[in-house]
């Protein structure tokens, strides 16, 4: 059982769709989206949705701590531990009073994924896009404009969400917001959003700690190498060159390891029962700069595997420029006896069916290269 917080607005709360202004009305428990969420996966899930909750705007005509960002971190370690956190805002920053821009909206909902970093490092983080508001009902006239403000929210919110490596679900795929008032869920649009959500949370639990939102399980048959990773270059990467700092590039070939060793079985129950990896050595070439804000998606090939030896080679790619090569040697390790042993069976047959699987693949260029200069 995994212990998750939501953090929305009146669509977490189970707000009714407003039939008259001042109408406050609730559906029962069981009804609200977490509700259903929570019955549906065995998970402890915190639900804290708030009416009127925005980003990071303080709320001129309502008031009422409607500033989220003001109000996360006692919400955040009011519930600790935590493994994971929803964050599905952005809906009441559309109302004209706040004068901001899809852009914006999404900026705030990455300053929100910030402060649980922060706060709770080892909370996964799943952002999820707002359905689309119609200007319709008793609530027209407070978002009037906001269906042409919310033009490009999805897109960049998933822009955000790749910056800061949290997982990504859009709202809209799942549900549509009342006729009645434009903005909030019926009873059936909440059942709908949880279970189109259920398996975004999975993959994010599921997810080895470094790699954010998790990506989805290959076939370890197919002939070409998978993608491993695929996130953007957070501020915290670039150097005093405005380019990526190379100790991140072997933080991202690491990490794209660690997927690969996911995929093929090599979960936290299976290293706490003493069978892990360690690296021997890794070979890393700078082909291409990478700068902030780039979508690195990096593809690994399992070269060897199967048994005590992992032999991987990582390419970095931003859209169709290779940027950088990685060549990684692991073993496979007894941690209680400290030694190298072979990989648990479940392990081995997946990597050793990549291994056939890209062995007719041409070796690529670099491969085997020790450090050396043209001259």
């Avoid at 259920?198 to 639990?205: E, F, G, M, R, T």
């Avoid at 954010?212 to 070409?224: K, M, Q």
């Avoid at 993608?227 to 670039?238: C, G, K, N, Q």
Wanted: proline share 7%; charged share 20%; net charge negative.
């Amino acid at each position: 059982m995994k212990r998750i917080l939501i953090f929305g607005d009146s669509n977490s709360h189970g707000t009714v769709p407003l039939r008259v202004l001042g109408q406050s009305d609730r559906f029962a428990p069981g009804v609200p989206w977490p509700d259903v969420l929570a019955a549906q996966t065995g998970h402890s899930v915190f639900t804290e949705g708030l009416p009127g909750r925005t980003t990071v705007f303080e709320d001129p005509v309502d008031g009422g701590a409607r500033n989220g960002a003001a109000v996360l971190p006692a919400v955040l370690l009011s519930h600790v531990p935590l493994d994971a956190v929803v964050i599905l805002l952005g809906t009441n920053d559309l109302k004209p009073r706040f004068a901001t821009s899809a852009f914006d909206i999404a900026k705030s909902v990455e300053r929100l994924v910030g402060i649980v970093r922060a706060l709770v490092p080892a909370a996964k983080v799943l952002v999820v896009s707002p359905a689309p508001v119609t200007e319709t009902g008793v609530l027209a006239d407070a978002f009037a404009g906001a269906e042409a403000r919310q033009a490009g929210l999805d897109g960049h919110l998933e822009a955000a969400a790749l910056r800061v490596g949290a997982g990504f679900a859009r709202a809209g795929d799942y549900a549509e917001v009342s006729p009645v008032d434009g903005v909030h869920l019926e009873a059936d649009g909440h059942r709908a959003l949880a279970m189109g959500l259920i398996p975004h949370v999975d993959a994010l639990l599921a997810a080895p700690p470094k790699t954010g939102g998790g990506l989805p399980a290959p076939d370890p048959s197919a002939p070409e190498p998978p993608v491993t990773l695929a996130r953007a270059v957070p501020p915290d990467w670039v150097d005093y060159n405005n380019h990526m700092n190379e100790a991140f590039y072997l933080t991202a070939f690491s990490d794209a390891a660690d997927q690969m060793l996911h995929w093929a079985g090599m979960d936290a129950d299976c290293v706490a029962a003493g069978a892990s990896v360690f690296t021997v050595e890794t070979h890393i070439r700078h082909l291409g700069e990478v700068s902030i804000g780039d979508a690195l998606r990096v593809t690994t090939r399992v070269v060897q595997g199967g048994g005590k030896k992992l032999h991987l080679w990582h390419e970095m790619w931003v859209g169709d420029a290779l940027c950088a090569t990685g060549e990684q040697l692991l073993l496979h390790m007894d941690l209680r006896a400290r030694t190298s042993a072979l990989p648990p069976e479940r392990i081995a047959d997946w990597l050793g069916r990549a291994k056939v699987a890209h062995g007719p693949l041409s070796l690529p260029d670099g491969f085997g290269r020790s450090v050396a200069q043209r001259t």
